[in-house]
């Protein structure tokens, strides 16, 4: 009677240990995954931050320019779709891949907003402001948020529409080398 007592207790204390172990454990996966979703939650107020301003350049076109303004809306639109897409369930691989969609939308709209609108530069900066939020994101998350990134690229002022063409090797050496 003596052992069995004994042993019920052993069992009980066993278990209530496994039950704090298990408590634990759940308790730092929910605070992982509260501080994942806060710092993804800043990056993609950072790029809400970054379209809305977008946005509020395209409704400064005059009606002059319809076609350049209809393709920057669509541009817009594309661009928050991507935002979503990658911000609805985030990991690394979704905001590198909304970085690489992000530089090809911009890239394919350059041309007409180059045109009619001189919006060469300022597209770059758009690339760059987007880029650089995600590449914080992707390096705040393998630094387990000990990174004083800044982000990838320099804003810089109105230089050439060159910087197009530079953005993208950039851009592209970035990516490449994030996807290794």
Known sequence: EEQRIKLEEEQRIKLKEEQRIKLKEEQRIKLKEEHKSKK????????DLILNNFEN??????????????????????????KE????????EKLISFAQSTKRAIQEA????????????YLTNLAKQLV??????????????????QGFFALKSSLAVSQSQNLEEALNRELSQKNC
């Open 40 to 47: 993804y939650f800043a990056q993609s107020d950072a790029i």
């Open 57 to 82: 350049e395209i409704s400064s076109i005059g009606a002059y320019y319809a076609p350049a303004k209809q393709r920057a809306i669509e541009l817009l639109d594309t661009l928050r779709k991507y």
């Open 85 to 92: 897409e990658a911000f609805n369930d985030p990991s690394r």
């Open 110 to 121: 350059t041309p007409i907003l180059q045109k009619d609108l001189g919006w060469g530069d």
């Open 132 to 149: 650089n939020a995600v590449t914080f994101a992707v390096a705040y998350a393998v630094t387990f948020g000990t990174t004083g990134h």
